[in-house]
């Protein structure tokens, strides 16, 4: 009597992952050090993703030109200096800005607290006045 090959038997929780049938490939990096780290200050938009936004800003600015009278100009200058430089420049300025745009919000919101003589907010004056 001849025996057939039987297979073992998977455990349900695990994926076809890596088997000579698998539909799905394991792309992940072996090691850590391959993986990239996501920075949330990177910028991920292009030079024309900026311009688009600097054009849909200008354009919602000039239906009404008469309280946007100097932030036209303004917002021109930007769209100006977005369009003559290169991407490694954009990279680098806009990246920064992110991260200053974060900080901003952050001390914004405390300075708002402050101003309503809320509790947490006196703590953390407190705390970074050390």
Known sequence: MIKKKTR???PKNTKNVGTKNSTKKNTAPRNKSARKETDPDRLALSKNDIL???DH???????DPVPNARNIP???AVRTGVLFSDEVSLQAIWSEIISWIYQLLYENAQAQARQENQEWAKVFYKIKKG
């Open 74 to 76: 303004a917002m021109i």
């Open 8 to 10: 073992a038997k998977r």
């Open 57 to 63: 800003v200008l354009k919602k600015w000039q239906q």
């Open 52 to 54: 688009q936004f600097c």
